[in-house]
């Protein structure tokens, strides 16, 4: 059994990653804004805070063996692009400062090739109301993390579309920097997939400071 951090524990994703976590025995401490929405779980410890609170989050973060995050300030957020950014620098300081090292992030797939030398944000397929997010998270990756030489940090990029009712198969394909696609063509994962392969990241570290997908 491992001890997890998990920063947005409630949203899309992180709630999917939440169950894995839960479902294989793991203990969690979710960072979230509205505790409410947690499950009442004995393996689950709410905590409401804010990730721009280094030291907060870096006291949270103390003891355990490593923390996921799946922030995200919110699609509808008109400002997404800065906090994204400016958050994710908070919660690189914090974990630092926890001395934690392993920190394993949900990516976003903006960054992923989809051609030679094409990157997904390059095509102009992303619809606008995602767009400043996906550049964003693309920015943690490509300017942040990359630089990164003291965490083992991971950044685990979604295929190209989530299942909207997708199940937990437990069968996928990984990949690195290209985008993974099936017989048809197209690219797609399960929520709750993405979620078992997070977990199996976490629990048989495969990846260090560097970049993978999954698809089917």
Request: proline share 4%; glycine share 10%.
């Amino acid at each position: 059994m491992a001890k997890v951090v998990l920063i947005g524990a409630t949203g899309f994703v992180g709630s999917a990653i939440l169950n894995e976590l839960v479902e294989r025995g793991h203990e969690v401490t979710a960072v979230v804004r509205n505790v409410e929405k947690l499950p009442k779980n004995a393996l689950v410890k709410p905590v409401k805070e804010d990730v721009g609170n280094e030291d907060a989050i870096a006291k949270l973060l103390e003891g355990k063996d490593a923390v996921i995050s799946a922030y995200n300030p919110g699609w509808n957020n008109p400002n997404i692009a800065q906090e994204t950014i400016v958050n994710y620098r908070h919660i690189l300081a914090s974990t630092k400062k926890s001395g934690i090292g392993r920190l394993l992030i949900v990516g976003g797939a903006g960054t992923l090739f989809c051609a030679p030398g094409v990157r997904i944000l390059e095509t102009g397929v992303l619809p606008n109301e995602i767009f400043n997010g996906v550049v964003s998270l693309g920015y943690v990756y490509l300017n942040i993390l990359q630089n990164e030489k003291e965490l083992d940090w991971v950044f685990f990029s979604p295929a190209g579309m989530f299942d909207e009712k997708g199940e937990r198969t437990g069968k996928f394909r990984l990949g690195k920097d290209d985008l993974v696609v099936d017989a048809e063509g197209n690219s797609h994962i399960s929520v709750q997939d993405y979620a078992v392969a997070m977990v199996d990241e976490l629990e048989k570290p495969a990846h260090h400071r560097e970049r993978f997908t999954i698809g089917y």
